[in-house]
């Protein structure tokens, strides 16, 4: 698709949308499998003035309903068939594969036909729902300035630019999805999608890669270490990547990295950290040279427009070296929760340096260290700590993940009363002979003994969540996606 079909698309698309009286800040649910179509639908909801709330076909239609109700999203894009999942829509148009439905009941008013109206940064841009603590899954809400902040910042950072291509790997409800299109789009380069089944196949996505000359990556960690299985058998020297920026997870810097990146000359690593609640707020590129990559690597510093402080449990900032937790402020913090104002007060409050800004309060520990970037300690609501000692799981799981018999391993604390906690490794080996007495000797040369894992469980696989993120709060009660776990005590 060419630019000039994809204004022409997204404008019919918008104008649409206005016939049922969409205009800014009407709600808009899209519904769509990851194709052309779902990039068309995100342009032409933001260019009726609209709220885009994606709703990912692969969720229970259970909570794709809660979702739309709670979103207060009256109309809803997808195609005739996946969207009766949904229940309770009334069709209003078909454009060719696309339907539009409301959830109205009487027919929505029109809009007389004219320009598409104006927008202003601080209306809203899109509701991007994620799990929820009580069970329920909270929307999210971002402002077009956040956005904005986001992607000149990213279009400045990058070194693609015109022609080059990027990978849409991100599902459409996860914020990464705009960040992949519109950065890519601002520079105008090419967005190269892929289906479903094809972004949880690291083979067959690195293959992907290769065939469509795609420069650069937006992954989850967790993709970025399988792709890096893969990468060791190919021809990586001839691999067109340039850039890789790894969300979402705590980046770990085994051996298979480091090779990955050993054989892709003049491709960089960026580190990125954030929330949904903020997108991305930190950014840290790693070294050229991988023999300078530290196991753990920081978050980085900042991006432009965002500041982030490390504040002690009454609000107040720390100096450096100081453990806290991470509150995010600036241009990257958007409104709040849809629908739960308690628990936006709690979240959303003023920057301690600057009263008239607001700051996100993460839950996330972090610190400032001696080079003055920051350092990310995990959760503050689950920091392990197991008879008297602090554990960082990330350390022995950057072990686990350089020893040449582990594919992929998560390091999990199980047992509810605190005498009976103890530490135990799931790991997908890379062969049927993995000797589970050989890596914990390994284990025992380089670790305390308190970090040493009790029990290594081998497993098919390890779960993930939507976005391909490792599901830790799976782990220890479901640690396989697939199978029975296959345990070798």
């Known amino acids: ?207 992907l890669i290769a065939r469509e000359r795609v420069n650069r990556l937006f992954v989850p960690f967790a993709m970025l270490r399988s792709l890096a299985l893969f990468a060791g058998d190919a021809n990586s020297e001839a691999h067109p990547l340039r850039e890789i920026y790894s969300t979402g997870e705590q980046m770990q810097c085994g051996g298979r990295l480091r090779a990955m990146f050993a054989r892709l000359p003049g491709c960089r690593l960026a580190n990125q950290w954030g929330t949904t609640e903020t997108h991305v707020a930190t950014c840290q590129w790693l070294p050229e040279d991988v023999a300078e990559w530290p196991s753990l690597p920081s978050i980085g510093k900042p991006i432009r427009g965002t500041r982030v402080h490390v504040c002690d449990e009454d609000g107040w900032p720390l100096p450096e070296g100081r453990t806290g937790e991470l509150w995010i402020a600036g241009e990257c913090v958007g409104p709040g929760f849809v629908n739960l104002p308690d628990r936006t007060a709690r979240s959303y409050v003023p920057d301690p340096l600057d009263l008239a800004v607001r700051a996100y309060r993460t839950g996330d520990l972090g610190r400032v260290g001696e080079s003055g970037e920051l350092e990310f300690l995990g959760r503050r609501d689950s920091q392990v700590k197991l008879r008297g000692f602090r554990v960082e799981l990330g350390e022995i799981e950057t072990l686990l993940n350089s020893m040449p018999s582990v594919a992929e391993a998560v390091v999990a604390v199980v047992g509810e009363e605190a005498e009976d906690r103890s530490l135990r490794a799931f790991v997908v080996a890379t062969s049927a002979s993995f000797d589970r007495g050989e890596v914990l000797a390994m284990l025992r040369d380089k670790l305390p003994a308190h970090m040493v894992p009790a029990r290594i469980d081998v497993v098919p696989s390890l779960p993930r969540t939507a976005s391909g993120k490792l599901d830790r709060l799976a782990v220890a009660t479901k640690p396989a996606n697939q199978g029975t776990i296959a345990s070798n005590p």
């Open 1 to 207: 698709m060419t630019y000039r079909e994809l204004w022409s698309r997204s404008e019919l698309m918008a104008h649409r949308l206005a016939e049922f009286g969409a205009g800014v800040g009407t709600r808009v649910g899209i519904h769509l499998d990851r194709s052309i179509d779902l990039v068309v639908a995100l342009i032409g909801v933001m260019r009726a003035g609209g709220v885009a709330v994606p709703l990912d076909p692969t969720y229970p239609a259970d909570r794709l309903r809660y979702m739309c109700a709670d979103a207060d999203a009256d109309l809803v894009i997808g195609h005739a068939g996946p969207l009766e999942r949904l229940g309770g829509l009334r069709p209003l148009a078909t454009d060719g594969p696309l339907v539009y439905a409301t959830r109205r009941t009487e027919h929505p008013p029109s809009r007389t036909a004219g320009p598409l109206p104006p927008v202003s940064g601080e209306d809203l841009a899109y509701i991007m729902y994620t799990s929820g603590s009580t069970g329920r899954p909270k929307g999210v809400l971002f402002e077009h300035r956040n956005l904005a902040n986001l992607i000149a910042w990213q279009i400045a950072e990058s070194g693609c630019a015109g022609g080059d291509r990027t990978l849409q790997f991100s599902p459409a409800a996860f914020d990464v999805i705009y960040q992949e299109v519109l950065t890519t789009l601002g520079e105008g380069g090419t967005v190269v999608c892929c289906t479903e089944d094809e972004r949880h196949d690291p083979q067959f996505l690195w293959e």
